[in-house]
């Protein structure tokens, strides 16, 4: 069964500067995708980055950025220049492609992010 | 942007009661819709899954005859929690997945509060 785990229960980053979440995932397929969702107080999920796995070149979305590592199995999200808006629970997400077509995702357990000013 | 809505947002009730969450993709046709449940500060846990016009595919643990769904549009999915008790209380949310391929995207509703007395 796919795993992903989240080391990180929380973690503080001061307001400009840059911070980095950790995902690691346990798969043995070799074609699927890696996402991280942002959850703020309001509680709807929202997309923050994505990473399909047969893409080298990591993905960037403005001040978010991966670093993925396939052969580690190793996802991380770096957020630069940190905004009061950033706080938020983090997730990391998996979506393989064999096993149906549903497509399921399976979630982190979540890093909960504190953005101090 | 897609969007999914959810409602009601919050919903308090009394214990023995039938809850019923709609889920509506607003602008795309919803083939998939996704149910999921979440506890503070917990990830997303997957009940179920469904297909527009078939039976929901539950995950496993999941009762599906306290967790009712029906599908039966492509933009719009329900989840009626019967007789509902107060261990049922938790935040319900649904996300809908546009098209049926690996790799279009999936989005998520606002969530719906539950709260039973």
């Known amino acids: 069964a796919q795993t992903v785990t989240q080391s990180q229960p929380e973690m503080s980053v001061q307001e400009a500067e840059t911070v980095t979440l950790s995902c690691t995932y346990d798969?043995?397929?070799?074609?699927?995708?890696l996402f991280w969702y942002k959850q703020p107080p309001s509680r709807q999920m929202i997309l923050v980055i994505r990473?399909?796995?047969?893409?080298?070149q990591n993905a960037t979305e403005n001040r978010f950025s991966v670093n993925f590592q396939k052969a580690a199995k190793s996802f991380s999200l770096k957020i630069s220049d940190s905004q009061l808006g950033d706080a938020a629970m983090y997730f990391c997400?998996?979506?393989?492609?064999?096993?149906?077509?549903?497509?399921?995702?399976?979630f982190g357990k979540g890093t909960l992010l504190t953005v101090n000013p | 942007g897609a969007v999914v809505s959810q409602h009601p947002s919050r919903v308090i009730c009394k214990s023995g009661t039938s809850v019923k969450i709609e889920c509506r993709s607003l602008?795309?046709?919803?083939?998939?819709m996704f149910w999921y449940r979440q506890f503070p500060k917990k990830s997303l846990m997957l009940m179920a899954t469904?297909?527009?016009?078939?039976?929901?595919?539950?995950e496993q643990g999941v009762e599906k005859d306290k967790f009712l769904i029906n599908h039966a549009s492509l933009t719009l999915s329900t989840l009626t929690v019967t007789s509902a008790h107060p261990e049922d209380s938790s935040f319900y949310i649904c996300?809908?997945?546009?098209?049926?391929?690996?790799?279009?995207?999936?989005?998520f509703g606002d969530g719906t509060r539950l709260s039973i007395l």
């Open positions: 996300s809908a997945r546009q098209g049926q391929g690996f790799r279009q995207p999936q989005h």
């Open positions: 798969t043995s397929e070799s074609d699927y995708y």
């Open positions: 990473q399909e796995a047969y893409k080298q």
């Open positions: 997400a998996y979506r393989r492609r064999s096993g149906g077509s549903n497509y399921k995702l399976t």
């Open positions: 602008d795309f046709q919803a083939t998939t």
């Open positions: 469904s297909n527009e016009g078939s039976k929901a595919t539950y």
